[in-house]
């Protein structure tokens, strides 16, 4: 290779003529130190101070090394033509007098060169190669230099490196010698404009042009009917959003999103920008949803405005998905739809459309969500199909109904025997049926561990009575309920097939927080380590729907275990949302969030909440335009600062959520905020729209002293959904419509266990649902347990002698 072009390099210098090649040749492959020779020599060749047989072979010599170096160097391309070279009357310093000019140069080629040059960056020591001032390797070179040092060093740090490069003035350049080394770049580029393309020319033609001014005039131009440009995208698919504004000169684009910058950002979605400034999104989420605006650096009083709107395909559930009933009976068939937009819903029977069939008998409720048969007849056997469409897709699901005598009767609406509470005691575990209000099954403290002589719930040193303490629980596929017992630093793990405790898994001291994380099949677990809150810990139970025996594991990083975690939020799973990569810690008295991936159980970075002044004490999350909302305590005054907003696209506090203050809890389907500020006596609920938009909130007065809250769709709108909030110190429920703000009082509910009593967490009295479909609501007091009846809004049943009964799971049918 190199003898090829050796010989290619003896021809061309035979057939140059004698004027100044070999000067301008030199010139050249000193400006690029990894392809030059040494400066003395480059500076003798220039000054023509050696004689023509040595510098027929020395141009031979640095022709092949030129070639060879242009063929590593791939990113080599043309000056763009609109900048222009100036003639020889024009003043053209490389010398760049004024640092505050290069503040500008510095923020142009800080966007236009910073996406080409992190990959490179990487493979090097970012520090050693920026500021140890050597140059001379392969990769640490000239080039790299300039292509690779404005995104990365201060404006200060590079007006005065540019100055210790560069100056030189015309004069010093006829007079070289073997002690000045510089040479302007300029000149370089009136040279080998035309000939050689070199990158570098073009990066300092850009310094020269935004510094010094020469010869030209920005004009930009956006059509009116641009401004605004809306783009639908449909989720999983690429996006690629162009920016309409043109003109002569027109420095590089930039993309913010609420107001960040994203082309200095490292965004594992949005990874390329363009030649042409357009901004791609390669996987397209619902979180992308929003506003994006593009402006030419530099001159952001012209930009324009893209609205993405996220377009989802239905997803869709029946319950159930197969009854029988008998004649004269009433059946109900649910379906229940989510997408963006809201999917529209149909039914067939046997495949032809119910809708001509209706009547007295044969009716469609809440929006078309529900099909209602008083009465039914043989002929009401069949498959009935939901179908639900929107402008992304279609999605269908089958609910069989058999009537026949002597049929296998179900419960009422359609609540089989799978679908019970379960409620976690001091004397034990009970499951509840709730139509009826049955005890399905007493799991006393005395029963052993399943292949263990040990009781589940031994009798503590000088208790006369076999007492059991529990925190929380979560349910793991309907398979598994696993529930924290605090004071004996372990998770009993509940097989719901058998109904037996099957497994202790041994924790740190004083587990008090579960969360399952379905899209990884893992169970979180905050530790105390001690009353006092002293030494906290996370660890995970991975694999946490299998048969096998488990184990906890610690969080990254190894050996430094979190040891200021003061609460961990995972999002919640959703029919459109399957998988959620990412976690948050919230850390004692730190104004900060700790952002983890789920998958690696590892630490990922930090968002600083220090310019709000903000420590977080919890958080809410919809995947309505991936917002992140958060609720700051109290100052040291006590103020109460509004909720912070977040954008998990660019990890970056947005700013505060109007004066909105309280706890955060977002509906199940990421339309509705409900925020509770129980100083104020208030609840503000704000909606989200498919947009993305978050709009203004209504108040609701109440001084029911919140304690817990549980979402359920509504029975007579489909796409709504309703909520139930308990009290902390008063026999109150209230209920409230999300759409309209409707409310009304379960009242008579009895007290429920002092806050003091439990110090578990601040749930002194939960609420719990019953599932997608369930109609049934449980709330424990002091002594009892209620369950309500959410379809028509009142107390169904009461349960005695259930004490401490403050932790309840829902376990549908699996």
């Known amino acids: 290779f190199f003898t090829d072009y050796f010989i290619a390099g003896i021809i061309e210098a035979q057939n140059a003529s004698e004027g100044n090649s070999h000067r301008h040749l030199a010139k050249l492959f000193y400006s690029h130190s990894s392809c030059g020779l040494p400066a003395s020599l480059s500076a003798k060749l220039i000054s023509s101070q050696l004689n023509p047989w040595f510098f027929t072979w020395t141009y031979s010599v640095l022709s092949a090394r030129l070639v060879i170096c242009l063929s590593r160097i791939s990113v080599c391309q043309p000056i763009p ?110 040279n080998f404009y035309f000939k050689f393309y070199f990158y570098m020319c073009n990066m300092h033609w850009h310094i020269l042009w935004m510094t010094e001014k020469i010869n030209y005039v920005v004009q930009l131009n956006l059509p009116e009917d641009q401004k605004i440009s809306t783009t639908a995208a449909t989720v999983g698919q690429s996006c690629v959003l162009s920016c309409a504004i043109q003109g002569t000169l027109r420095p590089p684009i930039i993309w913010k999103r609420n107001n960040v910058i994203l082309n200095s950002l490292d965004l594992e979605d949005i990874s390329d920008f363009g030649d042409d400034g357009s901004l791609y999104i390669t996987k397209v989420t619902t979180t992308h949803m929003g506003n994006y605006t593009c402006y030419a650096d530099g001159y952001d009083k012209l930009y324009q405005t893209h609205i993405l709107q996220v377009t989802v395909p239905p997803v869709i559930r029946v319950y159930p998905e197969s009854q029988a009933r008998e004649p004269g009976v009433t059946a109900s068939l649910r379906c229940h739809a989510e997408g963006i937009p809201n999917p529209q819903l149909g039914w067939l029977k046997n495949g032809i459309d119910i809708t001509p069939k209706l009547s007295k008998q044969l009716t469609l409720q809440a929006n078309g969500s529900e099909v209602h048969i008083s009465n039914v007849r043989y002929e009401d056997t069949g498959a009935y199909t939901c179908i639900a469409k929107n402008e992304a897709g279609v999605d269908e699901d089958i609910s069989s109904l058999f009537v026949e005598d002597s049929a296998r009767k179900t419960r009422e609406y359609c609540l089989g025997i799978g679908n019970m509470f379960y409620v976690f005691y001091e004397d034990g575990i009970k499951v509840i049926q709730p139509v009826e209000c049955e005890f399905q099954r007493h799991i006393k403290p005395s029963e052993k561990l399943l292949g263990f002589q040990a009781s589940f719930c031994p009798k503590a040193d000088g208790d006369p009575v076999q007492r059991c303490v529990w925190a929380t629980a979560v349910n793991v596929k309907d398979k598994f309920i696993y529930v924290t017992q605090p004071t ?56 946490a729907s299998g048969s096998v025996s488990h184990h906890t594991i610690h969080t990254q990083p190894v050996g430094k275990q979190f040891d200021s975690v003061d609460d961990f939020f995972i999002p919640a799973t959703t029919l459109i949302i399957t998988h959620v990569r990412f976690g948050y810690i919230l850390h004692k008295d730190d104004p900060m969030l700790q952002k983890i991936d789920l998958e ?204 401490r009964g403050n932790t309840v799971i829902w376990v549908g049918e699996a």
Request: proline share 4%; glycine share 6%.
């Open 81 to 190: 033509s609109v900048y222009k070279v100036p003639s020889e009357g024009q003043s053209c310093r490389s010398l760049v007098r004024d640092p505050l000019n290069l503040v500008t140069a510095t923020r142009f080629l800080r966007v236009h060169f910073v996406l080409s040059c992190k990959s490179l960056m990487k493979m090097l020591n970012k520090e050693t190669f920026l500021h140890s001032g050597n140059f001379s390797g392969d990769i640490q070179s000239e080039f790299l230099y300039f292509r690779c040092a404005f995104p990365y060093l201060k404006p200060d740090e590079m007006a005065q490196h540019h100055k210790s490069r560069f100056q030189i003035t015309r004069k010093e350049r006829s007079g070289v010698g073997e002690s000045e080394t510089k040479f302007d770049f300029l000149e370089l580029c009136e």
């Open 488 to 543: 004996l630093d372990r998770v009993l793990i509940v097989d719901v097939q058998s109904q037996k405790v099957v497994q202790a898994v041994s924790t740190d001291p004083v587990p008090v927080k579960l969360h399952y994380d379905k899209s990884h099949d893992q169970v979180w677990v905050l530790s105390w380590g001690n009353m006092e809150k002293n030494s906290p810990t996370l660890q995970v139970i991975t694999q």
């Open 600 to 803: 690696m159980m590892s630490y990922i970075k930090t968002i600083s909440l220090k310019d709000y002044n903000c420590i977080p004490e919890s958080l809410a999350y919809t995947h309505l335009g991936g917002y992140l909302f958060i609720c700051c305590k109290p100052d040291t005054t006590g103020a109460v600062l509004p909720q912070l907003i977040v954008d998990s696209v660019t990890d970056s506090v947005i700013g505060y959520n109007g004066d909105v203050t309280g706890t955060p809890h977002i509906s199940p389907d990421g339309h509705y905020l409900l925020s509770i500020d129980d100083a104020k006596g208030l609840m503000r609920i704000q909606s989200i729209t498919v947009r993305g938009e978050i709009q203004d909130a209504f108040d609701i007065h109440t001084n029911l002293h919140i304690s817990d809250v549980a979402f359920q769709p509504s029975f007579t709108e489909a796409h709504q959904y309703n909520v139930y909030c308990s009290s902390s110190s008063q026999t109150d429920v209230l209920f409230m419509e999300l759409s309209s703000g409707k409310v009304k009082m379960v009242k008579s509910l009895k007290e429920p266990i002092k806050a003091g009593e439990w110090p578990w967490n601040s749930k002194n009295r939960l609420i719990k649902d019953s599932g997608l479909f369930g109609q049934y609501l449980m709330t424990p007091s002091k002594e009892s347990l209620f369950i309500l009846d959410g379809r028509l809004n009142k107390l169904n049943c009461e349960i005695t002698e259930v004490e």
